[in-house]
């Protein structure tokens, strides 16, 4: 049985009852649930007794308001997909449960948040770190499920865990892309039928161009507003706008991943070839 917790409260009662012996993961998510959220939350499943998913769509972490306003929320669709995998809890709390305090205080990480993703959505990594050590807190799970998409994201809430001692294993778990090698992104169900296509080309020139300057160039040739390709860390970083949709993405430059790099060329040229 799934059981949906909208009071801080109603969760610590069921918290306090737990077991120390039952292990807890939690998948912390905006909702707009797709492939990528279900398969953290699968992921979660196998690994412990209870999982609870967070839906909280984090107003302070959206420096965009029509991007908040627009993002594809649908909280009676994400419970039944939730249901569906057997998830034990849903923590879907009011901003004010979050937020008693107006966001006077906040998580502030002041190097690696600055760039990047930092750089082109300022105050952003402020709202994500804030709203995750609260749920972290009040949820106390012994596992946390994170995906690779957000690799900066990944990182930072990892790395905070370490500064602040929380007793939480971070757990990544691979991007999860389409058949034509896009990221899934609740964002992606914005693009027409033709720019979801279009939009595979994104990480296909992010992993084949032979450097920074090329990607970029290459990218702006496909018909993207670039906002930055980076590389670090043996990662390849990039951001860009389609149709008026950002979509973030990066990839290993690892040779071990050539086969994805040709596989992902092969079925976006097809696809393209499809609509022409
Ligand atoms: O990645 C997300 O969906 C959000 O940034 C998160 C981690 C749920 C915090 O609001």
Redesign the pocket.
């Known amino acids: 049985m799934t059981t949906v917790f909208k009071d801080v409260g109603h969760w610590n009662r069921f918290r306090n009852e737990m077991p120390n012996t039952t292990s807890l993961g939690c998948v ?3 909702g707009g649930l797709h492939e990528g959220h279900l398969s953290l939350v699968r992921r979660s499943l196998e690994e412990n007794e209870t999982t609870v998913v967070s839906i ?1 769509l ?1 107003r302070v ?1 959206f420096n965009n308001a029509s991007d908040y306003e627009n993002y594809p929320a649908n909280f009676e669709e994400d419970v039944a997909k939730l249901k569906a995998l057997g998830v034990d809890a849903i923590f879907s709390p009011a901003h004010d449960q979050l937020y008693p305090d107006f966001y006077r205080y906040r998580i502030i990480e002041d190097e690696e948040s600055r760039s990047m993703e930092g750089t082109h959505r300022p105050g952003h990594f402020d709202g ?1 770190l804030t ?2 050590m609260k749920l972290l807190n009040i949820l106390r799970p012994n596992r946390a499920y994170f995906g690779e998409k ?1 690799y900066q ?1 990944l990182q930072l809430v990892k790395k905070m865990t370490e500064a602040f001692f929380l007793p939480v294993k971070v757990v990544s778990c691979p991007t999860i892309r389409d058949a034509n090698g896009l990221a899934l992104s609740s964002r992606n169900r914005r693009l027409t039928s033709r720019g979801l296509v279009k939009a595979a080309r994104f990480p296909e020139i992010l992993v084949n161009a032979e450097n920074v300057e090329l990607a970029v160039a290459e990218l702006k040739e496909a018909g993207f507003e670039v906002e930055y390709i980076e590389e670090r860390g043996g990662r390849r970083f990039g951001a860009v706008v389609l149709e008026n949709v950002r979509l973030i993405d990066n990839v290993s430059l690892n040779v071990a991943d050539a086969q994805l790099r040709s596989g992902m060329s092969r079925t976006s040229r097809q696809a393209e070839g499809q609509l022409k």
């Open positions: 912390p998510t905006l909280f984090n972490q994500v709203v995750v957000d994201q």
